[in-house]
């Protein structure tokens, strides 16, 4: 398995603020993912991190609402940019082996925004 | 309509009873990935199925891929409350480890 730990854990933030999450891995890991988990709804894929280059992100996400750094092979931030209430969410990244082909998930940042 | 179904959406069974989730998919997957969720926080891995008619098991957790692999079933027997949560799966269609998840299943187990 991977230890992965998120920063913050939870924060209440303004509209209009940013927040960067920050995600560590314990590992050398190749895929990074990060995810949203909207109020009672399941898990949506917002874009993958890669290594040294532009992270690729899904329909319906955009880099200049939600930049993605991922200077090495062990950790990535996600910026939540221009924040909403609309952007109240639990946010996780997730990791994966190309080996064995398990993905594990963070804990998670719950971000409020009023 | 959705591409991953799971049923059912909730359920409550009885400590010591067996309970099955299911998870339909509309499309062949590569993979199919079971976690369970508490309340608010992350995601706990359980299984990864990826050929067709695989099974699992983990503790008193058995995971299933049917041989079409569009279709999966993930069963506890006899439950305890520590088996409590919210159950989701994950379809990854291409081999890329990109998930898509289904609604989740929330179990209920009382004592």
């Known amino acids: 398995s991977a230890v992965i730990s998120q920063k913050p854990s939870r924060d209440i933030c303004q509209r209009g603020t940013s927040l960067t999450i920050q995600c560590q891995v314990d590992s050398q890991v190749t895929m990074m993912f990060w995810y949203r988990q909207q109020p009672g709804q399941s898990l949506t894929l917002i874009a993958t991190?890669?290594?040294?280059?532009?992270?690729?992100?899904e329909s319906g996400f955009v880099i200049d609402k939600f930049p993605i750094s991922r200077p090495n092979l062990t950790f990535s931030t996600l910026t939540v940019s221009n924040m909403s209430p609309e952007d109240s969410s639990i946010y996780l990244c997730s990791v994966a082996r190309l080996a064995g082909g398990e993905q594990f998930f963070g804990p998670g940042t719950r971000l409020t925004v009023l | 309509s959705q591409e991953l179904e799971q049923s059912p959406q909730s359920l409550i069974v009885q400590e010591g009873k067996n309970l099955t989730i299911n998870c339909t998919s509309s499309k062949t997957l590569y993979g199919l990935y079971w976690y369970k969720q508490k309340y608010g926080e992350g995601l706990i891995f359980l299984m990864m199925?990826?050929?067709?008619?695989e099974e699992k098991s983990h503790e008193k957790i058995t995971a299933k891929l049917d041989e079409k692999k569009q279709q999966s079933s993930l069963h506890i027997t006899a439950s305890q409350p520590s088996h409590a949560g919210i159950y989701l799966c994950g379809a990854d269609y291409r081999g890329d480890y990109k998930l898509s998840f289904g609604a989740g299943t929330t179990v209920t187990v009382r004592a």
């Open positions: 991190a890669n290594q040294g280059s532009e992270a690729t992100y």
């Open positions: 199925l990826q050929k067709g008619g």
